[in-house]
């Protein structure tokens, strides 16, 4: 299993963040987007947002790409039109690069406790 943390920001717009959020309750949520997620190998995804930051947490299989998860996106026209709608809510990071939009976080600290044995 691989990790993939990434970034995207809201319209800093209340709402406009309300109505995304809608969006993403699970009684709301599109089944075909739910299904394109899981066939493409992502096994786990979780979004939070602070302000109009959005943070996504994906696990995904071993054999996972974003290329090819890119090129099933782009042969779905229902994951292209939730695309175009979700594009009315979110905006590119400053960094981002023409036409991106979840960028890729680099881990920068990692904090691993040892597990305590029964031992004092």
Do not use: C
Request: net charge negative; hydrophobic share 35%; proline share 5%.
């Amino acid at each position: 299993m691989k990790r993939y943390t990434l970034a995207l920001d809201l319209k800093d717009d209340p709402a406009l963040i309300e109505e995304y959020e809608r969006y993403h309750q699970a009684e709301n949520g599109w089944p075909e987007i739910k299904k394109s997620i899981e066939e493409a190998g992502i096994t786990q995804m979780e979004i939070y947002r602070t302000g109009n930051r959005l943070f996504m947490i994906m696990e995904v299989h071993e054999d996972f790409s974003f290329e090819r998860k890119s090129d099933m996106d782009a042969a779905n026209p229902t994951v292209q039109e939730w695309e175009q709608l979700m594009w009315k809510f979110q905006q590119p990071l400053p960094w981002a690069r023409e036409g991106e939009k979840w960028v890729i976080m680099d881990k920068i600290f990692q904090l691993n406790t040892p597990k305590k044995n029964g031992h004092k």
